[in-house]
């Protein structure tokens, strides 16, 4: 059998563990293979051969790997509109109340706001948390122990 089509059938046996682990790692090595299997079509020694496939891996391990892994696997996902204000701190304009229709300023805008507790009325220039954006009304909170 040739030697190529012995590092070649080494390839597709190691992309094909691939598909097992999900590590990138034996897709690498499959890819150093693929590299002895360009050796061997070309004549070289089998030492040469056993060089290639080793620097082929080995640049792919180090070089390709980290960078189809961070492709594959981005970082948390940035958090975008209304959702982004809850956990903000927001002060109160206009008088808020659980069904009174108050106003806060939050992030540089006026907001119709609602308190969260039932019980709470929260005069101007109440500093508030903001619990929930519910359309377009935050509803609000103000720890009584602050």
């Known amino acids: 059998m040739a030697a190529w089509l012995v590092w070649l059938i080494i ?5 094909a563990g691939e598909t097992v682990t999900n590590t990138f790692v034996l897709l690498m ?9 360009v ?8 030492v040469l051969q056993v060089v290639v496939f080793l620097a082929v891996t080995a640049g792919l391990v180090w070089l390709v790997r980290p960078i189809a892994i961070r492709h594959l696997h981005p970082g948390p996902a940035a958090i975008t509109g209304s959702d982004a204000l809850v956990g903000r701190e927001a002060v109160v304009l206009a008088e808020v109340g659980r ?38 009304t935050a509803v609000v909170w103000k720890d009584p122990f602050d």
């Open 11 to 15: 390839a597709g046996a190691l992309a």
């Open 29 to 37: 090595v499959a890819g150093g293979a693929g590299g002895g299997a």
């Open 39 to 46: 050796a061997a079509a070309l004549s070289a020694p089998v």
């Open 99 to 136: 069904d009174a229709g108050g106003r806060v300023r939050l992030n540089g805008g006026e907001w119709s706001a609602r308190a969260r507790d039932p019980g709470q009325l929260l005069p101007p220039g109440t500093r508030v948390s903001v619990v929930a954006i519910e359309g377009a």
